[in-house]
């Protein structure tokens, strides 16, 4: 099943995409799914992000390709950071490179759950019945405010519109062994699997439940793969005019033009 948020002139609602149908949703469809018995087609609306997040909760370095190309060691435990909800922004919505920092803002592809069910110091085992499902995200991250001007990564990650997510929330999906990846313009710059993290999803939502509280419509970032800009020689950074696309294989692709601020 896939679930869209949707504007249609002006009206905002949640529905289950069915081919060239969306069946409007009463609610987002948290913990039960109610349907209004309305159906609008799908030309005439536009997708927005897929959830409005109370938290948008991130791992930093959980794959391990990507680890070793930073030239970090492994981490122990899964590193935690938290993006500004006001970063969230949906498909084919403008990445906007910062008006103080626009030279060396990067992309980040990664699979993303959304949780559907309060998680509250949940055990492993049953950690994934509180996801309602996956979205395909965009960690974009502007480098030098991350790695050399602040100290720590919240302002570098959180810029307004540093957080894409879409097209939709799969509800079908089995997150052990999902490829992940991201072209620039077209050319592929990310090529990974889940198989790859260090920290699977149900292991993400066990340990980050048991220092807060998981509500329902939370998105975790699950990490990016090799392939990130910074690391490249010479590095490539997102600059106006590009596109890019990220892809989570049984999800689907979203796509964001960028642009100046000026």
């Known amino acids: 099943m896939r679930i869209v948020r949707f504007d249609c002139d002006g009206q905002v609602g949640y529905g289950i995409l069915e081919d060239d149908w969306i069946q409007v949703l009463a609610d987002f469809p948290g913990e039960a799914v109610a349907l209004t018995g309305e159906r609008i087609r799908t030309d005439t609306v536009r997708l927005l992000a897929p959830a409005t997040p109370p938290n948008v909760l991130a791992i930093g370095l959980n794959y391990r390709q990507h680890a070793r190309e930073t030239g970090k060691e492994l981490p122990d435990h899964p590193l935690l950071f938290i993006k500004a909800t006001t970063a969230v922004i949906g498909p084919g919505d403008p990445i906007v490179l910062p008006v103080e920092h626009p030279d060396e803002v990067d992309y980040e592809a990664e699979l993303a759950m ?57 509800t079908e999906l089995d997150p052990a062994k999902v490829a992940v990846s991201s072209h620039l313009n077209g050319t592929p710059m990310q090529h990974g699997n889940t198989a790859d ?66």
């Open 197 to 262: 993290l260090i920290f699977g999803c149900a292991e993400l939502i066990a340990h980050l439940s048991q220092a807060m509280t998981l509500l329902p419509g939370t998105v975790i970032l699950t990490g990016t793969p090799a392939g990130v800009g910074v690391a490249r020689k010479p590095p490539v950074f997102l600059r106006p005019g590009d596109t890019i696309a990220v892809t989570v294989d049984g999800v689907g692709t979203l796509r964001n033009p960028v642009v100046s601020a000026l």
């Open 114 to 170: 959304v949780i559907g069910r309060t998680a509250r110091r949940v055990p492993v085992d049953q950690a994934l019945a509180h996801v309602l499902g996956f979205t395909c995200a965009n960690d974009v991250s502007a480098r030098d405010c991350q790695l050399r001007l602040d100290g720590q990564w919240a302002r570098g990650k959180s810029f307004d519109t540093f957080c894409p997510l879409g097209p939709w929330i799969e």
